[in-house]
């Protein structure tokens, strides 16, 4: 008896220690879009077919965004970004949209639209795997009507492997992601690119429930005497090439 309770003891340390370790996984979508025909082809699929049947494969937290029309930079395109427990569950995913009929059948005009009729100029995937120090996602919450909220996904590219190497030691050892969250910067994620087409980079999403909240967010994080503490530190100088930064909405059918 005293050996299946240690048994038992050990079984569940181990579920627990591999559960703490766990980091989350993340896929990002973009669809890049020549007007207004294409836009509104990829909404209607997103919205009818492709969320509905992620729901049924048990992906329940999709974000669907678009750029602020402010925003000129970006061009027309719309974000989808989806939670995975592994890097194993993109097959695993695309096996199952493959045998899901009512995805197959209330998508056809999509997923078989013609050659000269493309719902989509390209579409481009990058897969990220969370940080050590925020391991898994977080959905925002707002009072604010989804077209007033802001959420600005930041890309940082860093000049070499060893340099990206410190930018990220910046953000986890160094507490740049605990000055984030002291500062009430709601980020869905913080993650390294794993595969995609600038690396190495990384990429976070930080959410605001208005423009002007994102803009005092922003001047309190650059004012605060913490972040020139930190920013002042000489292995962290140099070590971000380029930064792209797109401010966006959340559309109407996003989960978040």
Request: proline share 5%.
């Amino acid at each position: 008896m005293k050996t299946l309770t240690i048994a038992v003891i050990l079984f569940f340390t181990l579920i627990q220690i591999s559960y703490a370790k766990r980091r989350d996984f993340y896929q990002i979508q973009i669809y890049r879009l020549t007007g207004k025909t294409q836009e509104q082809s990829v909404d209607k699929f997103l919205k009818t077919c492709y969320l509905p049947a992620l729901h049924r494969a048990g992906i329940k937290t999709v974000g669907v965004f678009k750029p602020v029309t402010s925003d000129t930079t970006c061009g027309k395109q719309i974000i989808v970004w989806l939670p995975l427990r592994s890097p194993g569950e993109i097959d695993k995913l695309q096996k199952i949209l493959s045998n899901d009929a009512t995805y197959q059948t209330e998508g056809a005009e999509f997923l078989k639209a013609p050659f000269d009729q493309v719902p989509y100029q390209r579409k481009e995937s990058t897969l990220l795997k969370a940080f050590p120090d925020s391991p898994t996602f977080n959905v925002p919450k707002f009072n604010t009507n989804r077209s007033e909220r802001i959420y600005e996904l930041r890309s940082y590219e860093g000049p070499t492997e060893y340099l990206f190497s410190q930018k990220l030691k910046m953000f986890n050892e160094g507490g740049e992601i605990k000055l984030f969250k002291l500062l009430d910067f709601n980020a869905v994620f913080y993650a390294e690119v794993i595969s995609g087409n600038s690396m190495p980079n990384l990429m976070y999403l930080t959410t605001y429930a208005d423009m002007a909240a994102h803009d005092a967010h922003w001047k309190s994080f650059g004012n605060h005497p913490d972040w020139k503490k930190l920013s002042a530190i000489s292995e962290y100088q140099h070590t971000v090439s380029k930064i792209v930064k797109i401010l966006l909405y959340p559309t109407d059918y996003s989960d978040f």
